[in-house]
């Protein structure tokens, strides 16, 4: 697969994003990295990329409890925005929570094999760029 052009990290939570940063960039996983601290301000930058014809990031990591704008409201607003369901399957969620009601919720967006439980490893990164 070979690394990603860019990814956007959507994470309130400073300690994880500064981890899956570091462990990106020990993985070469992107050339490119937008970092935002919660689905509202992540959203409104995306359809600013729509809007201007720029490419949307390759890969898209979304906590689920953040402030604003939680994960599954940002997932239902962007595909809502963006009614390309491709587009949908490069999101990723992460979370510390194994809760099956998660996991069935993600099965609704064709998400569940995109469901990938904190803390994320360089290996984990390693299997998509390898």
Not at 42 to 64: C, G, T, Y
């Amino acid at each position: 697969m070979g690394k990603f052009k860019t990814v956007c990290i959507i994470d309130d939570d400073e300690i994880s994003v500064f981890g899956l940063k570091r462990y990106m960039s020990q993985v070469d996983f992107c050339e490119n990295l937008l970092v935002f601290k919660d689905g509202e301000e992540a959203l409104q930058e995306l359809k600013k990329h729509i809007l201007d014809n720029r490419a949307l990031p390759d890969a898209i990591f979304v906590d689920l409890h953040m402030p604003m704008l939680d994960g599954w409201e940002f997932i239902e607003e962007f595909s809502r925005l963006q009614q390309n369901t491709i587009l949908l399957k490069n999101i990723y969620i992460l979370s510390s929570s194994v809760d099956k009601k998660n996991i069935e919720k993600a099965k609704k967006f064709g998400l569940e094999g995109n469901y990938l439980i904190k803390p994320i490893t360089p290996e984990i990164l390693k299997g998509f760029v390898s």
